[in-house]
Structure formats: structure tokens, C-alpha cells
T-cell receptor, first 119, second 112 residues
């Protein structure tokens, strides 16, 4: 079983829909949680970054972390065709600026969910 | 415009040839990662460096892969000899604090 599980989809929604993307994980040491967006033939682009549990909102995007359930979510409101991409969740147990250990900022990724928003 | 720069963007080579991929991390970032992305495995960590020192390269096949940071502005990933199963997109990423890593556009490697 992988440390991070993500439904690969594909997910197809009409423009304007609310999109919910999710990941579950098994490593209780994870405390940094990220969502990346990857367009076709491009590198992953950092979209949302959250430390520990809670919610974070940025425009149409909301990231939620529930450490007790080992479950993270990304919500996209008023989805647009330009949101069509692969969305990757990523997690880390330690920070790059931290002291001690050898896993500074090492990211473990989910498989990615392919999202298509059609006009 | 701070970004991670990778060269070449595309590489087609014959089996058995040496392949070198280069990465220029964002200026000031002291942590550099090499990831490989395939359809089957997704994004996998190959190696990473902090302040140019290798911290972990357990994700790399040691017999054919090597990663180095000759200086703070250059990271290299070499495959010698290359094999068809090495065909993938190789990403370099860099960061400084927290766990925010910023990715380059990748090198798409095809070994025939």
C-alpha cells in the first residue's frame, strides 16, 4: 500500500461546478501538505501549501487538512476550463529549514487526479 | 523571474549511451531535489541535496545513476549506461524553507 493514495480519476465537470479532490495517507509524521497543478508537458506548479490541520483559502481554491482522519482535500469553486490539469497532492514530514534528521522537505506525492472542466 | 531551469528539455538517445541532465535551482535555494515521473509510478524521489551535500539518493539505481552539485547554481543527474526503462520525465526542484518545493519544466528522456 502506498503512503499517499489519490484517486486518479479522470474527473470531468461542467464549467462553474465545484470540484473536490482528495488524498488519504498513512504516515502520521506528515505535517506539511501541498497541492500542485500540472498542465500537460509542464512541471508541477505549487498551488496550495498548508502546515498541520486546518483550512486555507486562496481565491477559488480551498485546501483542507484533517490529520485525525489522515485526509486532505482541495476544493475548486466556479471551475474554469483553464483549471483542466492534473492535480497532485504532496506531503512532507519535515521542513527544509529544520534541524536534525535527513529528510528535509522530502515530498511524497499522490498519483495525481486528471481534471477536465468542459465549457 | 525566479524559476528552476532544466536542460535539455527533450533528449532522445540510444540504449547504452550516457545522458546528462542539468538543473539551475532558484538563486538562494539550498535544497535541490531530483524526481522522476512515469505514468505507472507517478513522481518518485531519486536524490536530494542540502547545501550541495547529498542527503539521500536511495531512490536511484546506484549502478547507473549519479547525482552531483558541482556548485550552488548547478545540479547534474547522469545515467550511464542508459536503458529503455529509464525513459521518463526527470524533474529538478529547489526550495529553502518549509516544505515548498518549486519545480522546473523537466527533461523528457526517451531511450531507444
Amino acid at each position: 500500500q502506498k503512503e499517499v493514495e489519490q484517486d486518479p480519476g479522470p474527473l470531468s465537470v461542467p464549467e462553474g461546478a465545484i470540484v473536490s479532490l482528495n488524498c488519504t495517507y498513512s504516515n502520521s509524521a506528515f505535517q506539511y501538505f501541498m497541492w500542485y497543478r500540472q498542465y500537460s508537458r509542464k512541471g508541477p506548479e505549487l498551488l496550495m501549501y498548508t502546515y498541520s490541520s486546518g483550512n486555507k483559502e486562496d481565491g477559488r481554491f480551498t485546501a483542507q487538512v484533517d490529520k485525525s482522519s489522515k485526509y486532505i482535500s482541495l476544493f475548486i469553486r466556479d471551475s474554469q476550463p483553464s483549471d483542466s490539469a492534473t492535480y497532485l497532492c504532496a506531503m512532507s514530514a519535515s521542513a527544509m529549514g529544520g534541524a536534525g534528521g535527513t529528510s528535509y522537505g522530502k515530498l511524497t506525492f499522490g498519483q495525481g487526479t486528471i481534471l477536465t472542466v468542459h465549457p | 523571474d525566479a524559476r528552476v531551469t532544466q536542460t535539455p528539455r527533450h533528449k532522445v538517445t540510444e540504449m547504452g549511451q550516457e545522458v546528462t541532465m542539468r538543473c539551475q535551482p532558484i538563486l538562494g535555494h539550498n535544497t535541490v531535489f531530483w524526481y522522476r515521473q512515469t505514468m505507472m509510478q507517478g513522481l518518485e524521489l531519486l536524490a536530494y541535496f542540502r547545501n550541495r551535500a547529498p542527503l539521500d539518493d536511495s531512490g536511484m539505481p546506484k549502478d547507473r545513476f549519479s547525482a552531483e552539485m558541482p556548485d550552488a547554481t548547478l545540479a547534474t543527474l547522469k545515467i550511464q549506461p542508459s536503458e529503455p526503462r529509464d525513459s521518463a520525465v526527470y524533474f529538478c526542484a529547489s526550495g529553502l524553507k518549509g516544505a515548498e518545493a518549486f519545480f522546473g519544466q523537466g527533461t523528457r528522456l526517451t531511450v531507444v
